[in-house]
């Protein structure tokens, strides 16, 4: 069975595993909602954060590594744009698996009351 | 500006970190996937995993922090079972974020078009 499902989960699994990774932490979470904004540059990004240039960088490289977040250099300045349809797979999940967990509990639920 | 939104964030933000970690990885997907037919006892859940039941037990104790899985213990037995509502917090959250971002980068191209 778990077999089964990770096979057929294998084509969307690391990118899953990588947006909801990328969105388990209040500052990257705060770099999406600053980038909602309109684009940044990565000091502008860092300059409201209490934390240090690497450690924005290293959060940032979670971001684009999960496609919610894509960067481009013009000269020596990195401007990083949102990417909101990285946004869509996660939630596409999360609707999807939802609805069949919930129709799945509501049948046991069913069942077990006639069996009473 | 991130200081404002990290206060408006506050309630539900140690929720959201939780249930994202939680999401974040396929062997607690699986887990979520088997409880989703049912409750399953803690050897259940680890029948099908190719890991000691020490690691399952640690997935086990992330999900239950998230709020995603609740058990109960019964003589010797640890019962767990998958608790729906738990998903609805994180998708709650990526609709209402998604629907914001898009609205606003809508805004900015409309504006970045009528500048051009």
């Known amino acids: 069975m778990a077999r089964?499902?990770?096979?057929?989960?294998?084509?969307?699994?690391?990118?899953?595993d990588a947006t909801f990774q990328a969105l388990a932490d209040p500052t990257r979470?705060?770099?999406?909602?600053?980038?909602?904004?309109?684009p940044a540059s990565v000091s502008e990004l860092a300059a409201p954060l209490a934390m240090s240039l690497p450690a924005v960088v290293q959060h940032l490289k979670?971001?684009?590594?999960?496609?919610?977040?894509?960067?481009?250099k013009?000269?020596?300045v990195r401007t990083c744009r949102l990417e909101p349809a990285g946004l869509k797979a996660a939630e596409g999940w999360l609707t999807e698996r939802r609805s069949v967990w919930e129709a799945r509990l509501e049948r046991l639920?069913?069942?077990?009351?006639?069996?009473?």
């Open 109 to 116: 639920g069913g069942y077990l009351a006639e069996e009473m």
């Open 29 to 38: 979470r705060g770099m999406l909602e600053r980038l909602a904004r309109g």
């Open 4 to 16: 089964r499902l990770i096979l057929k989960w294998m084509p969307n699994q690391e990118r899953i």
């Open 74 to 76: 013009a000269g020596r």
């Open 62 to 72: 979670l971001l684009e590594a999960s496609g919610l977040v894509r960067s481009s």
